[in-house]
């Protein structure tokens, strides 16, 4: 059993996805030890709690600079003995010793295809309605793990959706989630819980 932790911001419906998978048996070799929220009130506690997965709690207001709320975030994973890392609507980046510690052990789900729309400045409902600016006929999300740059590291699974006429950025965001983020991070994560993910040379090789 992988022991993982999910580190959330606010209302954690990729958390409920995984713990859905969790519930149904998907999940076999991954064992949810943590929730870990940056924010005091997210409903992705209210989350964790419902389904009995102890939770804590750091904020970045409580420290100086980027690099110590790293190391904080990190003295709780090691508490814990976290082996693998969802950043799941994780909404600060994190200095690259945390990329480092969990080198192809950190995923991330994006909102986006990368490399369109993701990067410094691109989160939440930001990412569609650039998408939407920009008149892109798809868009999707993306599962990729966690490298020193933000949205760049090696990419594990894409799925797209099409935009239709009246898309507002909270209605694509919702088809987005619906259709993309919450199937396919529960499956990266029993990928790599069962040792199926490889990278080399930056490309992930998926063995099934
Ligand atoms: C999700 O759409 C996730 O992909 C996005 O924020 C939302 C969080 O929702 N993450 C990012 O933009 C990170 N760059 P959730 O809290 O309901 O899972």
């Known amino acids: 059993m992988m022991r993982v932790a999910v580190l959330v911001s606010g209302g954690g419906s990729n958390l409920q996805a995984i713990l859905d998978a969790k519930a149904r048996g998907e999940l076999p070799q991954t064992e949810l030890c943590l929730v870990l929220s940056s924010a005091h009130g997210a409903y992705a506690l209210e989350r964790a709690e419902k389904a009995g997965v102890p939770s804590e709690v750091c904020s970045p207001k409580d420290y100086a600079d980027r690099s110590a709320y790293t190391d904080a975030i990190l003295e709780i994973l090691q508490k ?41 400045g691109y989160y939440g409902l930001k ?55 919450w199937i396919l991070l529960p499956r990266a994560l029993a990928l790599l819980s069962e040792g199926k993910i490889t990278v080399e040379n930056g490309r992930v090789h998926i063995d099934n």
């Not at 998408?131 to 990729?144: E, I, M, P, Y």
């Open 127 to 181: 990412v569609h309605e650039y998408a939407l600016a920009a008149g892109v006929k798809v868009s999707g999300a993306t599962v990729h793990f966690v490298t020193a740059e933000t949205d760049a590291g090696p990419i594990i699974a894409q799925k797209a959706v099409e935009i239709l006429e009246d898309d507002t950025p909270e209605v694509l965001q919702r088809r987005i989630m619906e259709q993309c983020e």
């Open 80 to 120: 814990h003995r976290i082996e693998a890392v969802v950043l799941a609507g994780f909404m600060f980046m994190l200095s690259p010793q945390f990329a480092e510690k969990y080198e192809n052990r950190a995923l991330n789900v994006h909102p986006a295809l990368i490399p369109s729309f993701c990067g410094p």
